[in-house]
Each structure stands twice: as structure tokens, then as C-alpha cells.
């Protein structure tokens, strides 16, 4: 199957920066699309940015305009950039892939996730 695994989380101040990556690995050709969300204490899991099937990308309204997402596809790496970061950002960064398993059935791949914290 596919296997994720995500890096790049932290401590970070308010107003400071942070990158995520997320490594895929195993059968990448059935990866649909790839995303990052994210699950803060207490709180229900969201959509952080995603790659659509295609090819586009999207985002939440709270975070539109302070983070990229982008990938190599060399690497089969999924990246986040986050600027500007509050702390209501502070969660668990989940990176997500949908691996296509025939015509009409897909299989939802998270990682383990990795925490960002972002200090006021």
C-alpha cells in the first residue's frame, strides 16, 4: 500500500514560519491526490491544503494566504509552507493521500502526523 511520513513540526512563535514535508513510500502510483490537515486538542479534524485530481490546489479560509502547498514528485514529497503563524494554528499536521485501489473504490493513507505548536 502507501505509507506517509510527515516532518517539519515545532515550536514556533507567533508571526514566525514553519515548513512541513511528507515522504511517501510503498505503491505511490496508486496516490490520488495528497493534502495536510490538521486536528488541534479537543477539536474535530480539517482541512488545512489540498491537491485536488486536478491538479489544483486548495485551502481553508482561515489559513488562505499564509501557507503554500506544493510537491515534488521526484521525491514524492508533500510540502507546507506556513507564515505568519497564530496560535490558533497550533495541532497535530496530519499529511493525507488518496490512493486510488481500482475504478471506484479508494483507501484514505494518513500519517502519524506531527505537532506544531506556535507560541503567543
Known amino acids: 500500500q502507501v505509507q506517509l511520513v510527515e516532518s517539519g513540526g515545532g515550536l514556533v512563535q507567533a508571526g514566525g514560519s514553519l515548513s512541513l514535508s511528507c515522504k511517501a513510500s510503498?505503491?505511490?502510483?496508486?496516490?490520488?491526490?495528497m493534502g495536510w490537515y490538521r486536528q488541534a486538542p479537543g477539536k474535530q479534524r480539517e482541512l488545512v491544503a489540498t491537491?485536488?485530481?486536478?491538479?489544483?490546489?486548495i485551502s481553508a479560509d482561515s489559513v488562505k494566504g499564509r501557507v503554500t502547498i506544493f510537491r515534488d514528485d521526484a521525491k514524492n514529497t508533500l510540502y507546507l509552507e506556513m507564515n505568519s503563524l497564530k496560535p490558533e494554528d497550533t495541532a497535530v499536521y496530519l499529511c493525507?493521500?488518496?490512493?486510488?485501489?481500482?475504478?471506484?473504490?479508494?483507501?484514505?493513507?494518513w500519517g502519524q502526523g506531527t505537532l506544531v505548536t506556535v507560541s503567543s
Open positions: 510503498g505503491n505511490v502510483f496508486l496516490i490520488s491526490t
Open positions: 491537491f485536488t485530481t486536478g491538479g489544483t490546489t
Open positions: 493525507h493521500a488518496s490512493a486510488r485501489l481500482s475504478i471506484d473504490r479508494y483507501l484514505d493513507v
